[in-house]
Nanobody
Framework: QVQLVESGGGLVLPGGSLRLSCAAS????????MGWFRQAPGREREFVAT???????????YYGDFMNDRFTISADGARKTIYLQMNGLKPEDTALYYC?????????????????WGQGAQVTVSS
């Protein structure tokens, strides 16, 4: 019903920047929210940021604790493509970053309620 494809990951030095992209296809009119989660080896999937759509291309953004001073989520109008601009990257940001989508009303900070997932984009911050 909905397919998600992430891109933009890679290896960066501490203090560097990356921008992740997630393009949705299929029945995108059914999407209630799209967002980003990350997961490092041995750790649970962590909420990063999510966008919800009200009407048309109007969106609201939500961030995990202490992330919005360095990370910014945005969307490409009503086309259901989202981005995560990451600045001032730190080694502890190293993780596999997943794009997720919801087609129903739910607690958007909980990864288990998301209906669809992309394949993940690896972000490695190292000197």
């Amino acid at each position: 019903q909905v397919q998600l494809v992430e891109s933009g990951g890679g290896l960066v030095l501490p203090g560097g920047s990356l921008r992740l992209s997630c393009a949705a296809s299929g029945r995108t009119d059914s999407i209630y929210a799209m967002g980003w989660f990350r997961q490092a080896p041995g750790r649970e999937r962590e909420f990063v940021a999510t966008l919800t759509w009200s009407s048309g291309s109007d969106t609201s953004s939500y961030y995990g604790d202490f992330m919005n001073d360095r990370f910014t989520i945005s969307a490409d109008g009503a086309r259901k493509t989202i981005y995560l601009q990451m600045n001032g990257l730190k080694p502890e940001d190293t993780a596999l970053y997943y794009c997720g989508a919801l087609d129903h009303f739910a607690l958007i900070t909980t990864p288990t309620v998301y209906n669809y997932w992309g394949q993940g984009a690896q972000v490695t911050v190292s000197s």
